[in-house]
Every structure is written in structure tokens, then in C-alpha cells.
């Protein structure tokens, strides 16, 4: 690069000078200070100074390693940064010195700017040519013996999550840090003991173990050795019992935090310090204690929600007392991070995090505004951390995808509401035995009778007529197996190739090869309840690049009937539970699905709405859908309702 003059560039800074070999350099130019200038900023380059000759400015030699180690010195924490130095015009001669302008310019982390001019100054006083006269300025202006450059960073304030409303879902909250002090521990057996039940009694579990081997390697008995962070209302809760005891101390603080900590946990992700792991992959953007986002939606919008440190170059000068004060050269005021917005709502949110906690085994709860396909909640039960089964996992979707096979027939006209299906104990179909759940049987009954009490076998008895096409078509038209893009992960289903009649006749129950996730089937059932797909919503801001078209407006002439079919699931079929359930009538279908050949565990699944609220449950090995799934939707609507 050539700029007013010869420019250099230094590759990383001082990191880039190689250790010089040589001694007192004796090089010198006896025609003119330009070329030595020249050769000073060559040998910068290379990292060879050799061939420069340098005094101080009291006109004592000085070697050329020394002049690197005062410039490793001096450049201190911007060795790492890239350095651009020019010569701005030639020396200019005054008898036996002369003197030239340049420009450094710096690449600080970040990619942040810094530029200012120096002077490099050369003589020929008791020698046969030109020698550089060495000093701190030659870097800075203000440098002195001593002195050290060094960065200074300003956080930036990291961005909230907000929720459909625009308010804050994940802020700075108040926390406490619970720790003990060796120092002041007078029975660690029995203090810990104490404060093992403490915590139980808020849910909060803690290796204690772990702390007493941290409290037994403490080298500092007056060391804070934290134990646990509590949000604090639940520090609240056990202020007086935990401050009692001998050996607590307490540290108050702030933290990136949802409204309570199962809240979206899965979806949302945490705030975390930075580990090692993150400073290794961003050495320029962090460091150690920065906050951090892992897993979820933090994570994946990690940059736009910290924003950008600022920085500052300082000297660093030791005063006479050994201490050190910094003087200020160059800053930059940090950008605070941007906020994502959601459509989550926190009184849904609450209500999904409630139904799936009382619930031991695994589960998911999706909820999704009917009206617009927002979603409303994403609950991953019992605690909510973990992977985000309700966007992401992929299970066999049981009878709950009758409504989507009912939907095919509906449109080929295959079947009528009132039209008789037989519903046998078993069906074969190519020798392989289906069955119903409790060996059902009813005989032949009105098609509406086989849908409410999720007769298997007469779907069997319908496939050839739905078809595989008539199985992707539905699918389709619901959404299922499309490209969703909501800015977030998520599985929007695989749909059997339906390839063979026995995959046909399993897959028109929502076994075989089909795979959903519960927010793939609460976007179906929002589907049927509003006649159309629409793609769900979740992130708004920054808008997702390429969401998913709307489907096509569904035919009445099948969807009424499906939508009524799905109410007498509710009032005399497999979900009579949801019948006195606080709110506006529910509609649904039940779901039980075995997801390994020859096992008898089974995801228990629920799909359903009630007025503007479509949602899924589906419940891991929970059984059947009326046994494990109609519950958590039982709870989700009256905490929903209150």
C-alpha cells in the first residue's frame, strides 16, 4: 500500500517483530535522513532493525534490541492490533538533525479506527551518516520512559427480550448470591445440612458437596465461595432462615432474567458469563466476564442484544507511590445492544409453565393465537431447561393426526359424518395387524362416532381411499412438512411417503413414518379453527427474511364438519375431561403414540382450541393422550381462564 509517502505496515503490531539477533546497530546512511527514515520503517516491518542505526536523544548509542524492547514495552496491550505507519513528507534538515512527520494508524479490536501523527526524529552529529534518535514519542507523542499502552473497555448494556406487548420479558432483574466464608463457619457438617433442606424448600438444588471441597481447598478463609444465585423473590423466601446460619454471606446483584425460571427456558436460552469456549471463537468481540447467550433465542441473537463495547487507549504511568494512573488518548462510547421482540404473552406463558410442572415425565405445550398465528407460549416441562422439544422435537404425532387424514377425506369426499366406518378389533392390511388402544371395538357406526372415540381400525379401513396423495395434500394444506421461518429452530414435521399399503394404512393415524413437533401440530389445529394456514409468528423484530406463504383458504365443505367432529372428541368422545373446563367450549383430538416397534410406552398427545387459542400437548411416554396430555390441557385452560 502506498499512501503521502512510504507506508509500512506492521502485521501485528509489535507481536509481528521477529527477536532481533543483532547488537549495537552500526548501520547508518551518509545520504540523506530519507533513506534512514525509510530503512527505520522497512526494519519496523520486517521486524529487523539491524540495519538502523539509533541513539538517544543524549546522543548515547542504543542497540537495536533494545529499541525493540522498549517498543514491546510501549505498545503494551495493542500488540495484537494492526498498525499502519506512514511517512508524511521528507525530513526536514536542520544542521546535524533533522526531523519528519508520520501517521499511525491503528486497527483496535473491534475494528475501531485510531490515527494521530509523530515525529521521528534523526541526526548525524558524531557519525558518518544518519542515525534514528530513539525515543517513547516516536510511538506517541505523550510516551515517556516507563509508560505502557493500554485498552480500556466499556461494556455495552446488553438488549431485552420483549414480549407481543413491547414490555420487557427478560431484563435486569434483582438477585443474591448465597456463599459462605470459611472464616466464620463453625460446623460445616451441620451447616450445610441446613442448608441442603433450605433450598429444597424453594426448589433449588445444589451440589453441596461440591462447595465443601471448594471450602476445604480455600487458600483465603476470608474468601467469598458462592453457592447459588437466587432470583430474589426467592431469596426472599428463606432470607431469615439462610442469613442465621454461621459461615453465610450474601452478594446483591443484577442479571439478565425472564419473569421466573422456567419461563420459555428452553426458547429463550440464558445470560451466562463468557466461557472459555466463547473467548476462544471470539477473541476480538470478548471478554472474561462479559455476558454471554447460550442456547435458545439469546444465543442465536447474541450480537444484536449486547451490542458493542466501547473502548478506550490510555497511557498507563506509574506514579511515584508505585501505583498507576491512567491518562486517556482515545475512546469510543459503547452502542447498546437492540431488543428482539416476541409474540410471547406472559399470561399464557405462566399458564403453559404451570400445566406441564405438575406433570413428572418430559412434555411440551405450544399455544398460538388463532386470529393472528402468533405464539403465545412455549413450555417445556417439568423445569423448562433443556432442549426445546415443544419447536424442535420429532415424535410420531398419534390419532392426533386423524384430523389431518380427516381432512383428505373430507376433500375427496370419502367419507360423511354420518356415513357408517366399520371399527373392528384388528385389521390387517399385507398380514400386518393394527389394532385400537384397549382392543376397541364398536362395529359399524356414523364416521363422526370412529373419529370422537379414535378408532384406529377404521382409518385403517379408510387409507386406500385417502391415498398417499391425498395424505400430502392434506399435510400440506395444514402446513405440515413446509418451510417455516419464525426466527427461531423449528421442526414443522415429516410426512410419510405412504409408500406401501401397510406405511399408508399406519400413516393415516399418525404412526409409521410421519414426525412432527408440538408447534407444527398447534399451527395445524390453528389451522382448522381459522380455515387457512398461516405461518406461526414468534420473533417479530428483526422480522424473519422468509416466512412461509399462506396457505390456501380450506374447503367449508370439509372443514365444518372436521371442526365439528373435533368438538364431540371434547363432549362424548376421548376428551370429556375438557368439558367443564373454565372458558369457551374446546374443540380437539386425543393422541397416543407409539413411537418403537414391539414397546408398549407411548407419547401421550393432545391438539386442540378453545375461542382465539389453538395449542398442542404432547407428553413423552406418557401414556395415552386422555391419561397424561388432557390434563396438562385441563390445567393450561383454567390457570388460562382465572
Not at 548509542?61 to 511517512?87: C, H, R, Y
Not at 521521528?120 to 516507563?146: C, F, N, Q, S, Y
Not at 395449542?615 to 396438562?632: D, L, T
Request: contains cysteine; aromatic residues 4%; charged residues 25%.
Amino acid at each position: 500500500m502506498r499512501r503521502s509517502g512510504r507506508t509500512v505496515r506492521a502485521m501485528a503490531v509489535m507481536a509481528g517483530l521477529l527477536l532481533l539477533t543483532g547488537g549495537v546497530a552500526a548501520c547508518s546512511s551518509s545520504d540523506g535522513p530519507g533513506q534512514t527514515l525509510d530503512a527505520f520503517l522497512k526494519g519496523w516491518r520486517n521486524g529487523d532493525l539491524s540495519k538502523t542505526g539509533f541513539v538517544t536523544p543524549d546522543g548515547a548509542k542504543i542497540s537495536a534490541n533494545d529499541v525493540f524492547a522498549q517498543l514491546q514495552g510501549l505498545t503494551g496491550e495493542l500488540k495484537k492490533s494492526s498498525l499502519l505507519v506512514s511517512a508524511l513528507a521528507k525530513p526536514k534538515e536542520t544542521g546535524e538533525i533533522a526531523s519528519a512527520p508520520v501517521k499511525l494508524d491503528w486497527t483496535l479490536p473491534g475494528g475501531t479506527p485510531w490515527s494521530y501523527q509523530s515525529t521521528v526524529r534523526l541526526t548525524k552529529r558524531d557519525a558518518d551518516g544518519w542515525r534514528v534518535i530513539w525515543e517513547p514519542a516516536v510511538v506517541h507523542t505523550e510516551l515517556t520512559a516507563g509508560d505502557r499502552l493500554e485498552l480500556r473497555r466499556k461494556s455495552a448494556d446488553r438488549a431485552d427480550v420483549l414480549g407481543g406487548d413491547g414490555k420487557p420479558i427478560v431484563t435486569q432483574r434483582p438477585v443474591v448470591t448465597v456463599g459462605v466464608t470459611p472464616a466464620k463457619i463453625t460446623d460445616q457438617a451441620a451447616l450445610f445440612k441446613e442448608l441442603g433442606k433450605i433450598f429444597k424448600s424453594i426448589a433449588v438444588d445444589v451440589d453441596l458437596k461440591a462447595i465443601g471441597e471448594r471450602v476445604k481447598n480455600a487458600t483465603d478463609d476470608g474468601a467469598f465461595i458462592d453457592i447459588v444465585t437466587l432470583r430474589r423473590p426467592d431469596y426472599d423466601k428463606i432470607r431469615d432462615r439462610v442469613r442465621a446460619l454461621d459461615g453465610t454471606v450474601f452478594a446483591e446483584g443484577q442479571r439478565e432474567l425472564a419473569p421466573t425460571r422456567p419461563f420459555a427456558r428452553a426458547l429463550l436460552g440464558l445470560v451466562e458469563p463468557a466461557t472459555r469456549e466463547d473467548l476462544d471463537a471470539n477473541p476480538e468481540a470478548l471478554q472474561q466476564k462479559d455476558q454471554v447467550g447460550h442456547g435458545g433465542l439469546q444465543q442465536r441473537y447474541d450480537v444484536q442484544l449486547r451490542g458493542t463495547p466501547g473502548q478506550s487507549v490510555v497511557i498507563a504511568r506509574k506514579t511515584p507511590d508505585d501505583q498507576v494512573e491512567d491518562s486517556q488518548l482515545f475512546s469510543t462510547e459503547p452502542v447498546a445492544g437492540k431488543p428482539i421482540r416476541t409474540t410471547l404473552d406472559v399470561a399464557t406463558q405462566n399458564a403453559a409453565d404451570t400445566a406441564v410442572a405438575a406433570e413428572k415425565q418430559p412434555s411440551a405445550l405450544v399455544a398460538i393465537r388463532i386470529s393472528d398465528s402468533a405464539v403465545l407460549a412455549v413450555a417445556n416441562g417439568p423445569e423448562g431447561a433443556g432442549v426445546n422439544t415443544a419447536m424442535t422435537g420429532q415424535v410420531p404425532p398419534g390419532s392426533t393426526f386423524k384430523m389431518v387424514s380427516t381432512l383428505g377425506l373430507l376433500d375427496k369426499k370419502a367419507v360423511t359424518l354420518d356415513g357408517r366406518v366399520d371399527c373392528p378389533k384388528t385389521k390387517k392390511v399385507d398380514g400386518r395387524p393394527f389394532k385400537n388402544s384397549h382392543d376397541m371395538e364398536l362395529g359399524s357406526v356414523p364416521f363422526r362416532t370412529d373419529f370422537a372415540k379414535s378408532c384406529n381400525t377404521a382409518f385403517v379401513n379408510l387409507a386406500p381411499k385417502l391415498g398417499a396423495d391425498g395424505l400430502r395434500d392434506a399435510s400440506a394444506k395444514l402446513g405440515l412438512g413446509g418451510q417455516w421461518d419464525l426466527g427461531a429452530d423449528a421442526f414443522t414435521g415429516k410426512i410419510s411417503p405412504a409408500d406401501s399399503p401397510t406405511e399408508l394404512a399406519a400413516a393415516t393415524f399418525g404412526q409409521g413414518a410421519t414426525a412432527v413437533s408440538p408447534l407444527a401440530m398447534a399451527g395445524a389445529t390453528a389451522a382448522v379453527a381459522r380455515g387457512r394456514f398461516v405461518q406461526p409468528r414468534l420473533v417479530t423484530e428483526p422480522a424473519p427474511a422468509a416466512p412461509a406463504a399462506d396457505g390456501p383458504e380450506l374447503a367449508e365443505s370439509s372443514v365444518q364438519p372436521l371442526r365439528t367432529m373435533m368438538r364431540e372428541v371434547v363432549t362424548k368422545g376421548t376428551a370429556t375431561d375438557l368439558a367443564d373446563v373454565p372458558g369457551k367450549p374446546v374443540s380437539g383430538k386425543t393422541g397416543t403414540a407409539e413411537f418403537k416397534d414391539g414397546a408398549e410406552e407411548t407419547h401421550a398427545w393432545f391438539v386442540g382450541w378453545q375461542g382465539d387459542i389453538a395449542f398442542a400437548v404432547m407428553v413423552e411416554k406418557g401414556g395415552a393422550g386422555a391419561e397424561a396430555a388432557v390434563p396438562i390441557a385441563a390445567r393450561f385452560l383454567t390457570a388460562l381462564n382465572k
